[in-house]
């Protein structure tokens, strides 16, 4: 009854735990969103500055600070991009799980269940109740790419 008990409690905290990140993959990809359009403004603005005549007073000066600080703000949001899109994928490799159970195999069969390493980057798999008999084999969980069956 205790381990019943347990086991729901772990999957309550699951479910929250991945609503809580699906959450914040939202507000990230909203941030990213906001970010490219702020950068693609700059660089309009970026382009109209340049297509603008001179002006006589300052021989330009204002234009191309204005110019000058426009790339700053646009070398700033690409790198602000670049560490939300890291933040991102790392957001989605927490909140994608794998749920293993009930493998059987018996009779010198062979089964290969989860996924390769080269596709995976963090991954929470829960694997449970696997069973081989009569020389079978059974590679469950994260494995190797190279593995021949």
Same mark, same amino acid.
């Given at each position: 009854?205790?381990?019943?008990?347990?086991?729901?409690?772990?999957?309550?905290?699951?479910?929250?735990?991945?609503?809580?990140?699906?959450?914040?993959?939202?507000?990230?990809?909203?941030?990213?969103?906001?970010?490219?359009?702020?950068?693609?403004?700059?660089?309009?603005?970026?382009?109209?500055?340049?297509?603008?005549?001179?002006?006589?007073?300052?021989?330009?000066?204002?234009?191309?600070?204005?110019?000058?600080?426009?790339?700053?703000?646009?070398?700033?949001?690409?790198?602000?991009?670049?560490?939300?899109?890291?933040?991102?994928?790392?957001?989605?490799?927490?909140?994608?799980? =794998?749920? *293993?159970? !009930?493998?059987? $195999?018996?009779?010198? %069969?062979? @089964?290969? &269940? +989860?996924?390769?390493?080269?596709?995976?980057?963090?991954?929470? =798999?829960? *694997?449970? !109740?696997?069973? $081989?008999?009569?020389? %079978?084999? @059974?590679? &469950? +969980?994260?494995?190797?790419?190279?593995?021949?069956?």
């Amino acid at each position: 009854m205790a381990q019943l008990w347990s086991k729901k409690i772990s999957q309550a905290d699951r479910e929250n735990a991945k609503g809580q990140l699906q959450t914040l993959e939202m507000k990230i990809q909203r941030h990213l969103n906001l970010t490219k359009r702020q950068q693609e403004e700059a660089e309009k603005r970026k382009q109209e500055l340049q297509e603008e005549p001179e002006d006589e007073e300052d021989s330009g000066a204002q234009q191309t600070l204005a110019i000058k600080e426009i790339k700053e703000q646009s070398r700033l949001l690409e790198a602000d991009q670049v560490s939300c899109g890291v933040v991102f994928s790392q957001v989605r490799s927490k909140r994608s799980g =794998q749920d *293993i159970s !009930n493998i059987v $195999t018996m009779d010198n %069969s062979k @089964a290969l &269940v +989860g996924l390769p390493e080269s596709v995976v980057g963090n991954i929470n =798999q829960r *694997i449970n !109740n696997v069973r $081989t008999k009569g020389s %079978s084999q @059974a590679i &469950v +969980g994260v494995y190797s790419g190279n593995i021949s069956l």
